[in-house]
């Protein structure tokens, strides 16, 4: 295999990796996780970033025997803690968490409560979830396609430099 095909290739995985890491880290990724309560593993995913268009809403599949609340306010603001109990939907818990103009950013704790009253913050911090207008899809594909060439290009580019290559 020739030497140009080769640095093609590992641009292509070194990008691909980046690309990976960033959606799997970046600030709009959801937190994720699990907390044992009661004999049950309960899985959780709180949001970090959503739409203007409407409410952003948090669920949880949990027992019945489980309850849960919901503490948000604005994000650096004084404001005071607004706490609302999860509503049951399903064999799910779902929190809600009202629209935000574009930017607007909410900090948000949620904390699950077993039949004995035992309580369960699923985060140490609260989460912020920042609100975005929606973007028309013609423009964010165009977008992303775009991103990942420049990003490709960019890798074949330092490896060039880096080989000490023309």
């Known amino acids: 295999m020739s030497r140009t095909i080769m640095i093609w290739i590992l641009a292509v995985v070194i990008t691909l990796a980046s690309v990976v890491y960033q959606r799997l880290t970046g600030p709009t ?3 994720r996780g699990k907390i044992e309560m009661a004999g049950e593993t309960i899985k959780y995913k ?11 809403e ?30 049951r939907r399903g064999g799910s818990l ?11 950013k ?3 704790q949620i ?6 009253g035992a309580r369960h913050d699923l985060t140490d911090e609260p989460v912020i979830i ?11 594909f165009p977008h992303i396609f775009f991103m990942f060439i420049a990003m490709l290009l960019s890798t074949r580019t330092g490896i060039e430099a880096i080989a000490g290559r023309p």
Do not use: C, N
């Open 111 to 116: 904390t699950l409560i077993e039949q004995s």
């Open 94 to 104: 779902v929190a809600t968490i009202p629209k935000q103009p574009s930017a607007g």
């Open 58 to 87: 948090i669920e949880i599949k949990a027992s019945t025997e489980t309850f849960g609340e919901i503490k948000f306010r604005r994000y650096k603001s004084d404001d005071t803690w607004t706490i609302s109990p999860m509503t």
């Open 106 to 108: 909410v900090m948000y």
């Open 130 to 140: 920042r609100f975005k207008d929606p973007v028309p899809h013609f423009i964010l």
């Open 29 to 31: 990724h959801p937190v």
């Open 46 to 56: 709180l949001l970090r970033s959503h739409d203007t268009s409407s409410d952003a």
